[in-house]
């Protein structure tokens, strides 16, 4: 099965830049989708095919995605960004997959 | 409004059964594949299942982490209702580790391939005895 490997936590400072990890075999060759999650509330869409943001999305937010690594970066964090972030590709074997999952923690 | 709306979680014994609903409105329902993403407390997202838009063609995790053991397949079963714009999923054979939120998402294709663009406000299943 493939899996996508997130760090538990990042914290950060109002202000600076987050960069959460989301790490899967070959990643860089399948298209990687991003959701924010706020406590007690359902998942959103940040960042859709590694780096394209929906609308309403602040430029803040921002994606890559190359080699073993797909990295979602958010720039000028507000402590509105506090939330869970969760990386998700589609498989050819496991359809959708999720990853584990990164808190974030505005200091 | 697009918005989705989930009912029927509870309360049941391990080995018992469960059927969730799903309505949605603001779009056009049979034009969209659909699917089901759960939640154990604490845990990150898992997805269940999904369905394509004319409803013929059903998806189901395999296993769960890695597990095939934990696998939905053979004991959950999805379809819509079309004509009633409502989503389904029929939960048998219920374990421990089927406790979650199930969430209802809306499947949009990209340029790369499908993401769950809208979701629910989920609805808590919790299998104990």
């Known amino acids: 099965s493939y899996v996508l490997t997130q760090p538990p936590s990042v914290s950060v400072a109002p202000g600076k830049t987050a960069r959460i990890t989301c790490g899967g075999n070959n990643i860089g060759s399948k298209s990687v989708h991003w959701y924010q999650q706020k406590p007690g509330q359902a998942p959103v869409v940040v960042i859709y095919?590694?780096?394209d943001r929906p609308s309403g999305i602040p430029e803040r937010f921002s994606g890559s995605n190359s080699g073993n690594t797909a990295t979602l970066t958010i720039s000028r964090v507000e402590a509105g960004d506090e939330a869970d972030y969760h990386c998700q590709v589609w498989d050819t074997s496991d359809h959708y997959v999720f990853g584990t999952g990164t808190k974030v923690t505005v200091l | 409004e697009v918005q989705l709306v989930e009912s029927g979680g509870g309360l049941v014994q391990p080995g018992g059964s469960l059927r969730l609903s799903c309505t949605a409105s603001g779009f056009t329902f049979s034009r969209n594949a659909m699917s089901w993403v759960r939640q154990a407390p604490g845990k990150g997202l898992e997805w269940v299942s999904s369905i394509s838009g004319s409803g013929g063609t059903t998806y189901y995790a395999d296993s769960v982490m890695g597990h095939y053991a934990d696998s939905v397949k053979g004991r959950f079963t999805i379809s819509r209702d079309n004509s009633k714009n409502t989503l389904f999923v029929q939960m048998n054979s219920l374990r421990a580790e089927d406790t979650a939120v199930y969430y209802c998402?809306?499947?949009?294709?990209?340029?790369?391939?499908?993401?769950?663009?809208?979701w629910g406000q989920g609805t808590m299943v919790t299998v104990s005895s």
């Open positions: 095919d590694d780096s």
């Open positions: 998402a809306k499947n949009l294709a990209t340029g790369g391939d499908d993401i769950f663009d809208i």
